[in-house]
């Protein structure tokens, strides 16, 4: 069983798909990633249909009969979902409540208020990693944007010294914390336990968006000078609400469901007794699902509630919420099915086999394989499911901890050098009015210098623990 308390992906199969050799089976994994790759860059495919098209190819060029591969495709998919889709619903739903009340605003108007001179890009990092928690991330850069450019313009702040903490901040949070898609469905097709991989991510997290955020931000400013674009600064829209949640009890929502979790890992460790009847009750508070829909039920009040929300509201904001996921459900759970392929194809007992005769460290090797998918198709969620799929057998013989540490391998991998392709590319340059190469030497350089300070944290972590 998995840390989500889902079976492993493919669970209807029980013996693989194909007999295929090693040789042959490497070459229906290049085969079957290329023809992702190829869907989504060259011919602009929803990521979705190409994860789907793509496992169909990895079964024929495995030599596989199409029956099976639908098979496996369909049960890696249903039990991604079954794991992981509510926990990702629930996280849109307090997000949204976040945003529409003007708790986000809030959080940021008091960070703020306290902050001036050199401790504002500190500020920025600090305002984006709290935010950043629940939300996904391009909800994070439409709340933060706004308030990045009114504080450069106010201030006469240097844009990239204020905007490129803030990006780190939710770039961070996207790849290593739980509850983002990521870092979920990594969790789950390794095994990983939830609450050690949130807090071990949260230990990497920290000295990875200081170096990422306010230290690089100083050489950023250097190298691209720009005014605030007038026309990007819009207005909030918590200020036409005539209350606000206050900040302490906003604060306290958005971290509700990473204390729980954080409680159960904490248990565990101490206790280690699963017949224990504390730790029987922190394995049941401290879930996912629990603690999410806690926090949510909390935020109604704490948030929609102290925003002079009806009932009728908060319904309508919860409604609003998940219409927008259903396109990351869907990514998300084809990546599942993907993943189902691979294993049942035998290609998870081929990287095995292979990476015994390798010298290189199986957190390394989880790293460079989502680095090569993130290079290939732009998008951290697919270069996280697939990488997660291809390396999950390694997990078996790990401890929770070093598997807790692959899961974060993984997402800072999925992080690494996003340009063209990748959909935030443009949301930045656009937001912050610069060239393709302006955007590169600030935006792509800082996922870059993440991703890289996040492997280096992880080798280290992996030493001591």
């Given at each position: 069983?998995?840390?989500?308390?889902?079976?492993?992906?493919?669970?209807?199969?029980?013996?693989?798909?194909?007999?295929?050799?090693?040789?042959?089976?490497?070459?229906?994994?290049?085969?079957?990633?290329?023809?992702?790759?190829?869907?989504?860059?060259?011919?602009?495919?929803?990521?979705?249909?190409?994860?789907?098209?793509?496992?169909?190819?990895?079964?024929?060029?495995?030599?596989?009969?199409?029956?099976?591969?639908?098979?496996?495709?369909?049960?890696?998919?249903?039990?991604?979902?079954?794991?992981?889709?509510?926990?990702?619903?629930?996280?849109?739903?307090?997000?949204?409540?976040?945003?529409?009340?003007?708790?986000?605003?809030?959080?940021?108007?008091?960070?703020?208020?306290?902050?001036?001179?050199?401790?504002?890009?500190?500020?920025?990092?600090?305002?984006?990693s709290v935010i950043g928690l629940p939300?996904?991330?391009?909800?994070?850069?439409?709340?933060?944007?706004?308030?990045?450019?009114l504080v450069a313009k106010r201030g006469?702040?240097?844009?990239?010294?204020?905007?490129?903490?803030?990006?780190?901040?939710?770039?961070?949070?996207?790849?290593?914390?739980?509850?983002h898609p990521g870092p979920l469905v990594?969790?789950?097709?390794?095994?990983?336990?939830?609450?050690?991989?949130?807090?071990?991510?949260?230990?990497?997290?920290?000295?990875?968006?200081?170096?990422?955020?306010?230290?690089?931000?100083?050489?950023?400013?250097?190298?691209?000078?720009?005014?605030?674009?007038?026309?990007?600064?819009?207005?909030?829209?918590?200020?036409?609400?005539?209350?606000?949640?206050?900040?302490?009890?906003?604060?306290?929502?958005?971290?509700?469901?990473?204390?729980?979790?954080?409680?159960?890992?904490?248990?565990?460790?101490?206790?280690?007794?699963?017949?224990?009847?504390?730790?029987?009750?922190?394995?049941?508070?401290?879930?996912?699902?629990?603690?999410?829909?806690?926090?949510?039920?909390?935020?109604?009040?704490?948030?929609?509630?102290?925003?002079?929300?009806?009932?009728?509201?908060?319904?309508?904001?919860?409604?609003?919420?998940?219409?927008?996921?259903?396109?990351?459900?869907?990514?998300?759970?084809?990546?599942?099915?993907?993943?189902?392929?691979?294993?049942?194809?035998?290609?998870?007992?081929?990287?095995?086999?292979?990476?015994?005769?390798?010298?290189?460290?199986?957190?390394?090797?989880?790293?460079?394989?989502?680095?090569?998918?993130?290079?290939?198709?732009?998008?951290?969620?697919?270069?996280?499911?697939?990488?997660?799929?291809?390396?999950?057998?390694?997990?078996?013989?790990?401890?929770?901890?070093?598997?807790?540490?692959?899961?974060?391998?993984?997402?800072?991998?999925?992080?690494?050098?996003?340009?063209?392709?990748?959909?935030?590319?443009?949301?930045?340059?656009?937001?912050?009015?610069?060239?393709?190469?302006?955007?590169?030497?600030?935006?792509?350089?800082?996922?870059?210098?993440?991703?890289?300070?996040?492997?280096?944290?992880?080798?280290?972590?992996?030493?001591?623990?």
């Open positions: 069983m998995s840390s989500l308390g889902v079976e492993t992906l493919a669970a209807g199969a029980t013996e693989p798909i194909t007999s295929a050799g090693n040789a042959h089976l490497g070459m229906a994994v290049v085969g079957g990633i290329a023809v992702i790759v190829l869907l989504i860059t060259v011919f602009k495919l929803h990521a979705f249909l190409a994860l789907t098209l793509g496992s169909l190819a990895l079964g024929a060029f495995a030599g596989a009969p199409l029956d099976k591969t639908i098979a496996s495709f369909t049960a890696g998919l249903g039990s991604t979902v079954a794991g992981v889709g509510v926990l990702i619903a629930l996280g849109a739903v307090l997000g949204k409540l976040l945003a529409d009340s003007g708790g986000a605003d809030q959080i940021v108007d008091t960070i703020l208020a306290k902050a001036s001179g050199r401790a504002m890009p500190w500020a920025m990092v600090l305002i984006a939300l996904f991330f391009e909800v994070g850069i439409v709340l933060l944007i706004p308030v990045v450019l006469n702040y240097s844009l990239m010294r204020i905007g490129i903490p803030a990006l780190a901040g939710l770039s961070v949070m996207h790849g290593l914390i739980p509850p990594a969790i789950d097709a390794v095994g990983a336990n939830l609450g050690v991989t949130l807090a071990l991510g949260i230990l990497i997290a920290i000295p990875t968006v200081v170096i990422a955020g306010p230290l690089f931000s100083r050489y950023a400013a250097r190298w691209v000078d720009l005014p605030v674009p007038e026309n990007m600064v819009p207005e909030r829209t918590s200020d036409e609400l005539k209350t606000r949640p206050s900040f302490a009890a906003t604060v306290a929502t958005v971290l509700l469901p990473v204390v729980m979790m954080l409680g159960k890992a904490l248990v565990d460790i101490i206790v280690d007794d699963p017949t224990h009847t504390v730790q029987r009750v922190a394995d049941v508070v401290g879930s996912p699902l629990i603690a999410l829909l806690s926090a949510v039920f909390v935020g109604m009040f704490t948030l929609g509630r102290a925003a002079g929300f009806s009932k009728g509201k908060l319904s309508v904001t919860v409604e609003k919420s998940l219409g927008p996921i259903a396109g990351v459900l869907l990514i998300v759970g084809a990546g599942g099915g993907f993943k189902g392929t691979l294993i049942d194809s035998g290609v998870g007992q081929m990287v095995l086999d292979i990476s015994k005769n390798w010298s290189i460290p199986a957190l390394l090797l989880a790293w460079l394989i989502a680095v090569v998918i993130r290079l290939a198709t732009g998008s951290s969620t697919v270069a996280t499911i697939s990488a997660a799929g291809l390396v999950a057998p390694l997990a078996a013989d790990m401890s929770t901890t070093h598997a807790a540490l692959l899961v974060l391998a993984i997402g800072t991998g999925s992080i690494f050098f996003s340009h063209v392709n990748d959909a935030g590319f443009w949301l930045v340059k656009e937001y912050f009015g610069m060239t393709v190469g302006q955007t590169i030497r600030t935006w792509s350089v800082m996922e870059t210098l993440i991703s890289v300070t996040g492997i280096v944290f992880v080798l280290l972590v992996s030493l001591v623990l």
